[in-house]
């Protein structure tokens, strides 16, 4: 199993910036890829971004350009970089591993003036 502790959501004014974090309490390269998931109320889970071992990255059509997946291996953390935010992005993110059946707390990303 592995843990997994987001961090760095809050409130943010449209065309903001955020940075976003993931802990893994395990080596990220053990795993194929790691992904960014969020959640809006009322929602479908979605895919945001995702990051593989080669450090090729995905990225949903709604974010891309604006959005940024990167890894730190030694520090066993996943960031995703989010410029300029607007209020759909506003969602509970969550970090996994690809494929992993269980999800942490995430955290709250919410765009508004």
């Known amino acids: 199993q592995v843990q997994l502790v987001e961090s760095g959501g809050g409130l943010v004014q449209p065309g903001g910036s955020l940075e976003l974090s993931c802990a893994a309490s395990?080596?990220?390269?053990?795993?194929?890829?790691m992904d960014w998931y969020r959640q809006a109320p009322g929602k479908q889970r979605e895919l945001v971004a995702e990051?593989?071992?080669?450090?090729?990255?995905y990225y949903t059509d709604s974010v891309k350009a604006r959005f940024t997946i990167s890894r730190d291996n030694a520090k066993d953390t996943v960031y995703l970089q989010m410029n300029g935010l607007r209020p759909e992005d506003t969602a509970t993110y969550y970090c996994?591993?690809?494929?992993?059946?269980?999800w942490g707390q995430g955290t709250r990303v919410t765009v508004s003036s």
């Open positions: 990051i593989t071992r080669d450090g090729i990255t």
């Open positions: 996994n591993v690809q494929g992993y059946p269980f």
């Open positions: 395990r080596n990220i390269s053990s795993f194929y890829a």
